[in-house]
């Protein structure tokens, strides 16, 4: 059952089209949280519809020792896609194993285990990602976790240079904090963490599991700062829902990862998901559109709604509503009384994280009920 690890929701889905998605009853909803940012390109999008039954019809899985096409192709386009100097990539099945890969492979290259995570920060549920993420919410009742894991203050400068030594694997964090209420770093944090990193010979790790795939405006988060990481992590967006994720790093990573493996890593059929997934983001601009349609997004809700929240933050198409109480509330008001889906980022930020293929009504709509939202609550 569902219930044993999720809360059920008052709303079964049965189908979905674009950027809507309908109940049994065949109530439409306008989806403007992509289940977590998962699907850029809305629901049953034609091209990885068409690219998923084709690949499966010829072949659906063999072992990642065989070489496949289509798991070269996804594996170039990738590292293509990534931004320089990084220029390998390994394929997992989600964002906590991408992460779980990048936490190995900073410890190997670096020969140490020291890992310094942000307060806020979420990287995943599994035990290695699990200890780098800060809540107690999801890591009460599952300890001991995977050591040597220590937390700063987000966008802190001062606590971050005093944490990175001499032991140090690595600094992970998210350009934009997601789970943590949608909280963007800083260009001189990140180029603290780079400085900081760079002066001990550790890796710097960029969690863009949520951020990445165009979401922010362009395709990384990363590309509209003064730094590069050491690895990028990838994951929800990059095969429009299906199971896939990407650990992305620079050569001196690569050439001493060590031995890692996982029995599904860039599956025939995933594959051609994915790179359908990525043609079509990038032919079709998306992350363009993301970062000019976002922008007009955020100006209309802080006109609208803007004296009676405490801020409206984000960047391209991943916008926080800081509400004064009650974010739970305003999503199920938002859910129930207007059709539309959005999602909570802890207790006081509503979060949206709509398709990357949303129109200008849409937006239009989703501020109209916005405003009538937050006068109600």
């Not at 979905?16 to 850029?40: F, H, N, R, V």
């Not at 699990?130 to 919410?137: D, E, R």
């Not at 363009?288 to 391209?316: I, P």
Request: proline residues 5%; charged residues 20%.
């Amino acid at each position: 059952m569902s219930e044993f690890v999720f809360s059920p929701k008052p709303i079964r889905i049965e189908s979905g089209d674009g950027t809507m998605l309908q109940d049994e009853s065949g109530t439409e909803y306008l989806d403007m949280g992509a289940s977590y940012a998962c699907t850029p390109l809305g629901h049953s999008h034609p091209a990885v519809v068409n690219a998923l039954s084709s690949q499966a019809e010829q072949l659906t899985y063999v072992q990642g020792s065989y070489p496949v096409q289509v798991r070269e192709d996804l594996y170039d386009l990738v590292t293509d896609l990534a931004p320089e100097p990084i220029d390998h990539a390994w394929l997992s099945n989600s964002g906590t194993e991408a992460n779980e890969a990048a936490i190995k492979f900073a410890r190997h290259a670096t020969g140490r285990s020291k890992i310094i995570a942000m307060k806020d920060g979420f990287h995943g549920r599994t035990l290695g990602s699990l200890a780098a993420t800060w809540k107690p919410t999801y890591r009460d009742g599952f300890e001991p976790l995977a050591d040597g894991f220590e937390f700063i203050t987000f966008d802190d400068e001062a606590e971050l240079r005093d944490a990175v030594d001499e032991e140090t694997a690595a600094v992970i964090l998210e350009p934009i904090q997601g789970e943590g209420g949608i909280n963007p770093a800083s260009d001189s944090f990140l180029e603290a963490a780079r400085e900081a990193t760079e002066s001990v010979d550790a890796a710097l790790i960029f969690d863009e599991i949520q951020t990445g795939v165009g979401r922010t405006g362009t395709m990384w988060a990363t590309e509209q700062t003064p730094v590069t990481p050491d690895i990028l992590t990838a994951a929800k967006g990059i095969a429009n829902g299906l199971p896939l994720g990407a650990t992305m790093v620079r050569e001196w990573i690569a050439e001493d990862a060590g031995n890692h493996g996982s029995t599904f890593s860039g599956g025939p059929a995933i594959a051609a998901a994915g790179k359908a997934t990525l043609e079509t983001v990038t032919g079709d601009s998306l992350p363009a559109h993301a970062g000019t349609l976002g922008s007009t997004f955020k100006q209309k809700l802080q006109a609208a709604v803007g004296d009676s929240v405490k801020a409206v933050r984000g960047e391209g198409l991943m916008i926080g509503v800081q509400v004064k109480r009650g974010a739970n509330r305003v999503v199920g008001n938002l859910a129930m009384n207007h059709g539309i889906l959005a999602l909570p980022a802890g207790r006081t930020v509503v979060r949206f994280l709509p398709p990357l293929i949303i129109g200008a009504d849409e937006i239009e709509r989703t501020v109209d009920a916005m405003s009538e939202v937050i006068d109600e609550v």
